[in-house]
Structures are given as C-alpha cells and as structure tokens.
C-alpha cells in the first residue's frame, strides 16, 4: 500500500495533467447532439452521444461546452449554411478539445464546426420516419381529427409516479372557470427502452372503449433529451398518427422536438401546457355556448322590442279612429236623445195645449148644448103642452064623440045618431039631423 | 355514453341554427317564443355538461379503472 494516499483533488489533477499532455490537440468528432441549453451569459452547455448502430442504446456520452466568443459566431453561422437549428437530436462534426477538470470532471470544448456534415443520424431518422408515413398516407391522420367540443374525458397516458400527471392533474381540477374534468390514468413507461411497448399498450387499451374518451394526453415531466429518444420510432408514430381519437402530447420541453409530436394533434412544451391546452378549448366551448345565449337573447330582446313599437304603433293608430268614431256616435246619439226630448216636450205640450182646449171647447160647447137642449125641452114642452087636448079645448076647440069615440069622419054620421060634445068646461049631447 | 357527447354537438348545432334563424328574422313571434324556450333548455344542458360533474361517466371511467 502506498504510503501517501492521493486526495480526489489530487488524483483529478494529475488525470488532468495526462490528459492535457497526453491529448494536448484538437480533434475532429463526429457524434450527435443532445440537451443543447444556453444560458444567460451565452456560454451553450450540451451532451454528445452515439448509440448503437441499430437501435437507440446510448454507447458514448460527453458532456460539452461552447464558450460564448466561439458560440455566439458558430451557432448563426451553423443554422445559416444547414438551415437546421443548432438544437438536440442532430449529428454534428464539431473540432475539440479534451478538458479535464477537478471538480466537474470530463469535457469537450467545442471550438469549431464542419456544417458540411450537417444533420445528425437522430434527425436523418426522424426524417425518414415522417417520411415514411407520409408515403403511407397516414403522417397527417390524427392532425385532421376534429378535436370534440367537449374535451372532458381525457385518458392520460404517462408514468403513474412522474411529476408531470399530478402537475396535469391539478392544472384541470383547479381551473379558473370551473369546468368539470375526467382524467384518468393509462400507465406508461416514459424514458428509457420500454417507452414505445408501452405506450403502444396503453393506446390499445384505450382503443378498446374508445367511445369512453374524448381524448388523450401523452404527458411526461421534463429531463434530458437524451431521454427522449423512445419517442422517435415508427411503431409509436403510426400508431399515434392513425388513433382515431385526437393526441395532444406535451412530453418535453420547447427544445424537444420528437417524431411523437410531429404526428400528434396538438403537440404542447409541458404537461402543464397540455392540461392549459384543454381549458382553453373548453373555454372556447363555453364561450361560443355564451355567444350563442347572448345573441339569442339580444335578437329576441330586439325583435320583441320591435313587435312591442309596432304594436303600439297599431294600437295607437287604432283606437284613435276608434275613439273619434265613437266620439262621433256619441255626439249623433246625444243629438238624437236631445232632439228626442224637445220634440218630445214639444209635442207634450202641444199635446197638453190640445187638451186644454178639448176641454175648454167641450166645456162651451157642452154648456151650449146643454142651453140648446133645455131650450129645445122648453119648446117641445111647449109644444106638447100646446098639442094635449085639454089645451085645444081651452083655445076653443070641442071633440065630437060617438058612442065615446072621437068623430072624424062626418060621413061616419047618420040622422039620429047621439052624440057628446066634449068643451073645456062641460060636455053636451045632441042629436044629428040630417044625413049628408 | 357515444350518444351523449354526441347529443353535446348536436345541441350546440341546434342552438347555432337557431341563432341563425333568428338573426336572419325567420321567425315569427309565435315561433320566437318556442325557439327561445329550446334554445335555453339547450344552453341549461350544455352548461351542465361543462360545469356539472356528472356521476354516470364517473362511475363508467372508475370501472376503467378496474
């Protein structure tokens, strides 16, 4: 055992120190991109990796640095010649220098770029797999899904222990509006090699009772895109682009670009954006709903009020002839009653006037011929009294009687016959002497 | 389950047909009437489905869950 054990700091030191004597040049690397961030002070910190050749096993990882004076010109120098972004996932060939530091180990320090050799073997991939399923007519297939208005029942495809389901979760429960949300979970793994099996499984188990769901979410938290690489194969692609309910994913962050979110319906950063997402095409629900009821309500205000003024309007019109109209009978009727009254009166009173001078006339003429009546009693008493026989007799007239009746008759008389002679005072009898 | 949410879509094809009709004066007030009756069951209904959790689909995805 040696007598001076090295402390870590000095066992780091003298790896540096072989290392920069050993590999004190440059070099020319080929490798793949990923977890490329930039900060604040322009520095890019990224990954380097290489898979194996067939499948997406990592082989070779490094951790890299561009410093901002090289950074700040190769990054738009880079895009400009390769019209690709200087962002994870893409192939480079990139000049560096091997680093060794005491406290944060081993680095490449990019100091150049070939941009000839331009987009990496996981780009070229994806490429080729979206091309694929273009070919086979499918790439744009859950694209061209209508997203259902109501997007409620959300199957959840992510890992039942990863942040970013209760981060889901609690975004939906607790939205501002109030909508009712029903989540459930479809477990999956999310990073690693098992991603694609069982993904694939979850998305059939949902395509069982699809009519169940509206939708569903490929959620996952954020982490290394190195991680991300389970999301970029066929299988999961095709199933993913020719699931007949709409695929919202948010499995990583803005850098991450997977074949996953090419095909998906809506591909969002987070699983916060996804659960945002979904509110807000609720809302939009909601909102058109809103619309709806206040234009119905606004037209039929609006109509009501019309009808409301045009009826007035009729109403208006139509009692004002109405009411002059009957104004009008009113005035005929009152000069009817009161020509009926004066004409009434007036006849009553000429009526009265007749009467009173019935009466009056009947009275003188009553009296007249009450005086004319007496007058002609009188006279006819007279009369009576001038025509009995006693009255004649005392004028001086005598009756002839025979055998006590009345001679009219001389002719009636024989010689020898006794008759009376009746006077006023006294009778007489004689004998007839001769015949005639 | 299908039938209601299509019932959803049918509705708020229903309530914009009659947004359509009445801001075009199609109706009479007689008819205005019906459709403002209509149309606000339809909104009731809609709402519910946004707002009101609604027992029957929990109890359809819980059993998912088994």
Redesign the interface.
């Known amino acids: 055992m040696d007598a001076h054990p090295l402390s870590l700091y000095e066992l780091n030191a003298l790896v540096k120190r072989s290392i920069t004597s050993c590999m004190p040049d440059t070099y020319w690397l080929q490798a793949e991109l990923s977890d490329v961030r930039s900060n604040y002070s322009g520095h890019c910190y990224l990954e380097f990796v290489q898979k194996e050749p067939r499948g997406n096993n990592l082989i070779a990882k490094a951790r890299g640095t561009i410093w901002n004076n090289v950074y700040r010109l190769l990054k738009p120098y880079f895009e400009e010649e390769t019209g690709q972004a200087f962002v994870a996932g893409i192939k480079v060939l990139v000049e560096v220098s091997v680093e060794f530091h005491e406290l944060y180990g081993y680095s490449l320090t990019v100091l150049n770029i070939d941009p000839t050799y331009t987009l990496g073997d996981m780009a070229r991939r994806r490429r080729e797999i979206l091309k694929q399923l273009d070919e086979e007519g499918v790439l744009t297939l859950n694209k061209e899904l209508e997203l259902p208005l109501l997007t409620q029942r959300i199957a959840v495809i992510s890992s039942a222990t990863a942040a970013g389901y209760g981060d889901f979760c609690n975004q939906l429960e607790h939205n501002p509006y109030g909508f009712v949300f029903y989540p459930r979970l479809f477990p999956a793994v999310m990073q690693g090699d098992r991603v694609e099996e069982t993904i694939i499984a979850a998305l059939d188990t949902i395509n069982a009772r699809r009519d169940d769901w509206d939708v569903v979410v490929i959620i996952r938290g954020g982490g290394a895109t190195s991680d991300l690489s389970g999301f970029d194969t066929y299988d999961l692609a095709a199933n993913c682009a020719q699931f007949p309910l709409p695929v919202i994913t948010g499995i990583g962050h803005e850098r991450d670009d997977t074949v996953l979110d090419s095909v998906s319906h809506t591909r969002v950063k987070t699983p916060t954006a996804a659960a945002e997402f979904l509110i807000n095409h609720l809302r939009s629900t909601a909102e058109t709903l809103e619309d709806y009821a206040s234009s119905i309500l606004y037209a039929v205000t609006t109509q009501m009020e019309r009808e409301k003024t045009r009826l007035t309007r009729l109403v208006e019109r139509i009692p004002m002839q109405t009411r002059m109209r009957l104004r009008e009978e009113r005035y005929r009727q009152e000069r009817v009653i009161r020509q009926m009254e004066v004409n009434l009166q007036s006849r009553l009173m000429r009526e009265s006037h007749r009467l009173e001078l019935v009466e009056k006339q009947l009275g003188s003429l009553l009296q007249k011929k009450l005086t004319e009546e007496n007058h002609r009693l009188r006279f006819l008493e007279q009369q009576i009294k001038a025509a009995s026989p006693e009255h004649l007799l005392k004028r001086g007239y005598s009756i002839t009687l025979k055998e006590g009746k009345a001679v009219t008759d001389a002719s009636c008389l024989k010689g020898g016959d006794k008759l009376v002679t009746r006077f006023a005072k006294g009778e007489v009898e004689s004998i007839v002497i001769t015949d005639k | 389950?299908?039938a209601k949410?299509q019932t959803?879509?049918q509705a708020?094809k229903r309530?914009?047909e009659?947004?359509t009709r009445?801001?075009s004066?199609e109706?009479d007030?007689d008819s205005?009437g019906e459709?403002?009756k209509e149309?606000q069951e339809l909104?009731k209904f809609?709402?519910e489905?946004?707002?009101?959790?609604?027992g029957e689909?929990?109890k359809?995805?819980e059993e998912?869950?088994k």
């Open positions: 389950m299908a949410k959803y879509e708020m309530l914009e009659i947004v009445i801001d004066n109706l007030i205005l459709s403002l149309a909104i809609c709402r489905k946004l707002y009101k959790a609604d689909i929990k359809i995805l998912e869950d």
